[in-house]
Structure formats: C-alpha cells, structure tokens
C-alpha cells in the first residue's frame, strides 16, 4: 500500500503536522506548491485554514491527487474551522477513510503547536480502510465566502525593511508566486512563509486593529476526529 502525505504550510504549524504523519508511517511528503501529485493507494492531506476557507493552492491541488483513498486533516489556530472539510470532500477523486480539525498555534502570534500528534494515531490505523466517512457540516460565519484573500490582505500587511538584499528567497519560496523581492502582490494569501524565511529578517507583519481585537477573543481549541 503506497501511502503519501501532502501538505500546504505557510507559517510552518501545518508542515510539523505532516512531517509527524510522514515519519510515523515511514512515507514521503510533498508540498502542495511543488505539484508533484503522483499516484498513491492513500493520500494524507494537511492544509490549514484561513478565513474559515481552503487556501486556494489546496482548493486547486485535491483534485489532481490520484489516490484510492484519502484522509483529510485541516489545522486552525483561532476562533473557528469554519465547514472545510466538508468542502474539501467534495473535491477529491476517492474514498475518504478518515478526517481530523487539528488545533494549532496561530501563524499571527507567536504561540507555537499545542496539539498532542499521539492523538493522530487511530487515523493511521485506519488507513486499509475500504468504508466511506461522512463529515458532519458545521456552520461558518455569513462573511466568510466574502473576498477572504482580501479581507487578509486589509488585516495584515506585509513590510520591508532596508535590511532586504533582494536576495531573491521570498520570491522563489512563495507558493502564490506572490513576492517580488520583498514587496507582495495582490495574489498574497499572507501565509508569512515569506516572514518567517527571510534570512535578512527584513520581512515583518503588521495586523490592523481590528485584528488585533479578533486575535483577543477566546480560543477554541478542540480536536474533532472523524472515522468509520
């Protein structure tokens, strides 16, 4: 059984998520922005939640997977997870065996992963599984289908210092193809993948006001597991 874990990670939470399922099961792991979506018997895919939406790499990259079988499992550091994986359901080309909401730390704090991966196990024993999961809708909030890219790019921005030496990282790193030597265009996600490797540490984040007071609100932080 040739099993694969793909992953899409900007800020690095949803990457150790898919580096522990990889190591657990001995099998590679591919990112979503590299578009390798070979052939497999079992796909874990991993992605992370934004806006209470799939990140549109995602979105676009699940129905070129070519598996038999797949397991879903989104990450979300705040508030809600919105229906994803509902929705991410409806895009692949197989049987779904099993699904998980992970939380995490939240890519705009500085809180790192809270979530204990033993829990992940039961999904790896349930891999051989031929039996179809339903996922249990959840509702999200009547603004979330609104422009949630842009609605990132107002609540946070993205600076440059004179520190940058156009050394070319953020721009050959962005999954968007986004960053131009420092400066993001309007494809930005603010997945801070860019922040976050910039080896000048000339990249920084701002969050605008109203950010600030969502990032106060109260955490829900619960681990919902869906199997046969």
């Known amino acids: 059984m040739v099993t694969k874990v793909f992953y899409f990670s900007g800020s690095g939470h949803t990457q150790e998520i898919a580096d522990y399922c990889a190591q657990a099961l001995n099998v590679d792991v591919i990112s979503f922005d590299k578009d390798k979506f070979q052939v497999c018997d079992v796909a874990i895919v991993v992605f992370p939640v934004y806006c209470q939406n799939i990140p549109q790499i995602v979105r676009d990259g699940l129905p070129k997977i070519d598996a038999k079988r797949f397991v879903l499992i989104a990450t979300y550091g705040r508030i809600s997870f919105g229906n994803v994986l509902h929705e991410a359901s409806q895009l692949i080309n197989g049987t779904m065996v099993a699904a998980a909401y992970v939380p995490t730390g939240h890519s705009y704090l ?3 992963n809270i979530f204990d991966l033993n829990l992940l196990h039961p999904i790896f024993a349930n891999l051989s599984s031929e039996r179809s999961i339903s996922i249990k809708r959840f509702k999200k909030n009547i603004f979330a289908d609104f422009l949630p890219d842009f609605r990132s790019r107002i609540g946070v921005k993205i600076k440059c210092s004179e520190d940058c030496n156009k050394c ?7 999954p968007c193809q986004a960053m131009h030597n420092g400066t993001p265009d309007n494809k930005c996600i603010r997945c801070l993948r860019c922040v976050k490797n910039c080896p000048q540490q000339a990249l920084s984040f701002h969050l605008n006001p109203f950010m600030k007071w969502y990032l106060r609100k109260p ?8 199997l046969e």
């Open 168 to 174: 070319g990282i953020c721009t050959r790193n962005c």
């Open 219 to 226: 955490k829900e932080k619960r681990f919902l597991l869906f």
């Open 110 to 112: 500085s809180e790192g």
